[in-house]
Structure formats: C-alpha cells, structure tokens
C-alpha cells in the first residue's frame, strides 16, 4: 500500500524549532522529487519548499527563505524540514507529497498525499 506519513508537528513558540518528517511505505522515494505544501485557515495551500530525487537541487519560497532547511534520506525512505527562527504566520498544517522525477510549484502535478501535520507557533 503506497502511503506518505508526516509527523512531528506540534506547538512551538515564535522564534523556536521544529522539525518535521515524511515517511514513505509501499514505494521507493528514490524516483520522486519530495514537496511540502502548508495550507493556513482560510488560505489557499502554498509550496513551501522541494527537494529533487537524489538532493541535489532545493527550492524554497521566499517566505522561508534563510529559515528552513529541506533534506532526505533515501535510505529512510524519508525527507525532513528542518524550520527554524519560526513565525506565527508560518501556523498552518504542513503536507508533504511526491512528484516523480522533478519538483513542480504546482501542488497539483504530486501524486502522493500525506494527510498533514499540524505546526502552531503561537506564545
């Protein structure tokens, strides 16, 4: 059963860390570029960041910039992004979903979903 799990979510105050992860099952992230996507109350989703299959290439919006930090471990199976110096208007439920071969601003060309991962930066 192919399936993309994200955990690590949880409630942090503004100017802390978090870091949440991407879990595959049933597939290979070996073939797949890995986005995350974040969709706010009321707010359309938006890209976040991607990693391309092996690495090599990272995007990041400009919001997070500076700020977060994607990575994977392909030998996990896995993907990460790391947030650090975090701000309340980066609260929103975080997804992670593969696109295979290349990443894509289009959160609508990923095949696979997770169901999210709530982030709250709130004091």
């Known amino acids: 059963q192919v399936q993309v799990v994200e955990s690590g979510g949880g409630l942090v105050q503004p100017g802390g860390s978090l870091r949440i992860s991407c879990a595959a099952s049933g597939f290979s992230l070996d073939y797949y570029a890995i986005g995350w996507f974040r969709q706010a109350p009321g707010k359309e989703r938006e890209g976040v960041s991607c990693?391309?299959?092996?690495?090599?290439?990272?995007y990041y919006a400009d919001s997070v910039k500076g700020r977060f930090t994607i990575s994977r471990d392909n030998a996990e199976n896995t993907v990460y992004l790391q947030m650090n110096s975090l701000k309340p208007e980066d609260t929103a439920v975080y997804y992670c979903?593969?696109?295979?071969?290349?990443?894509?601003?289009?959160?609508?060309?990923?095949?696979?979903w997770g169901q999210g991962t709530q982030v709250t930066v709130s004091s």
């Open positions: 979903a593969a696109r295979i071969r290349l990443c894509s601003r289009y959160y609508t060309e990923y095949a696979y």
């Open positions: 990693i391309s299959r092996r690495g090599g290439s990272t």
